[in-house]
């Protein structure tokens, strides 16, 4: 009876901390961790638009070699770029 009680005890500590976790996480980064202001949010999001338009990778796998190499090479100067142009 004692070890179902052990395993139940263990069983509810695993949940509650699980479930606490991206509280904990919050709370450790501090404040401001995902504020981003309004307009930010908006060049973002137009520069997401933009980008749309880049020629992908054959293999648009998110793990595979061609998409990361893709990602690192074009999509991010290209998305710093368009960032800068918007002022940020």
Known sequence: MKLIKKIILINI???GMSGCY???VRFW???GWDTWSKEKN???HDCFIELRSLPRPKNEYIGSKEMQDWLS???GPA???CMKRKGF
């Open 73 to 75: 090479n074009v999509y």
């Open 22 to 24: 991206e509280s904990v």
């Open 79 to 81: 998305e710093d770029a």
């Open 13 to 15: 500590l695993c949940l």
């Open 42 to 44: 908006t060049a973002f």
């Open 29 to 31: 980064n501090g404040p």
